[in-house]
């Protein structure tokens, strides 16, 4: 039996139009992925302290290239969690360890709050301004506080950053 040639044709056109798809769909994937590790974001908990910092302290930072979306913070002094009174727990915690004072700048972490790429959030500190003042007030409790936040990117991928609790 003799293949006839517009069948040779067409059955190499339709393997030529699948392989494309499939490259195509791969692509596409491959792309995505790259969009969403491109927009990525990395929180980094820290104690940073230094005169001419604008804020020293407990700082969150967004190192990554995306923005952070908050979905949740657990927040422990001494071990035990602090309820969310106002400030996402952070107000809680600063009464309890007994520095709730005008020097000190907070940040409650709600849920939803957006923390850009590149911005310092100072979560518990001091401005430049109280720092030789009160930065031994700092340095006595950056021990005490432990802290968790779960948070995602743009394209719903959940990360989670922790502080203290070694």
Known sequence: MKIKSETVIAIASTSIAAIALAVGLW???QTREHNELSVQPLLVASFS???TNEESGILIENVGLG???IISAEIKVNNSVMPDLGYGGVKTAVSNLGIDHDWVVISGLKKNMVIPAGQVVPFIA?????YELNINEL????????FSIEYKSMYENNFITSYGGN
């Open 27 to 29: 692509g596409g994937f």
């Open 49 to 51: 302290y230094g005169a």
């Open 67 to 69: 923005p952070a979306i």
């Open 126 to 130: 001091v401005s430049k301004d109280e």
């Open 139 to 146: 340095l006595k409790i950056r021990d005490k506080v432990e």
